[in-house]
């Protein structure tokens, strides 16, 4: 099931693809995807919720997996992956592609007010606190905490102390 608020801005250039798994796909208020953006349900039934306001800017991938939820004034940057889920592995004897898939992290949960730099990959269980800043390039598979900066140097914050 694919939810867009009316007030939200889907390029047409984007790609969502519906669920056949009943996965939701959400977006919420005043959000904006942008041109090929791709969105699309894959290895699990988890849903797909980006919040008010949020960006999600072009050559974006978002597959559904075991959940991904996007919060309130989120900029993500171009390029970036969503990959809330895992391919199995242990078996040599049997092809990748037919093990089916790991057991969930949790998916991915972003907090509000995050930013998150070009060609980031968040992987499944990755949980970014509110006003987190992640560096481009960065991969993210865990918990990073609220009002962090992750990735790069950190920023002189004017009027501290050295």
């Avoid at 797909?48 to 800017?57: A, F, K, L, T």
């Avoid at 940057?77 to 057991?103: L, M, S």
């Avoid at 995050?114 to 960065?138: K, P, T, Y």
Wanted: proline letters at 4%; one cysteine or more.
């Amino acid at each position: 099931m694919i939810i867009i608020d009316p007030s939200a801005r889907v390029s047409p250039l984007a790609d969502i693809e519906d669920s056949v798994r009943g996965s939701r796909i959400e977006i919420r208020k005043g959000a904006i995807i942008d041109a090929f953006v791709k969105i699309k349900p894959a290895g699990g039934s988890g849903d797909v919720v980006i919040g008010e306001g949020s960006v999600v800017n072009a050559g974006c991938v978002i597959y559904t997996g075991n959940g991904v939820h996007i919060g309130k004034g989120v900029a993500v940057a171009a390029n970036c992956t969503f990959a809330p889920v895992n391919h199995e592995f242990i078996r040599r004897d049997v092809p990748i592609r037919a093990q089916g898939f790991r057991p969930s992290k949790g998916g991915i949960r972003i907090g509000d007010d995050v930013w998150i730099g070009a060609n980031c990959v968040l992987l499944d269980g990755a949980v970014v606190g509110e006003g987190c800043v992640i560096a481009a390039g960065s991969i993210v598979r865990g918990v990073l905490e609220a009002f962090k900066i992750y990735g790069g140097a950190p920023l002189k914050v004017l009027g501290e102390r050295q």
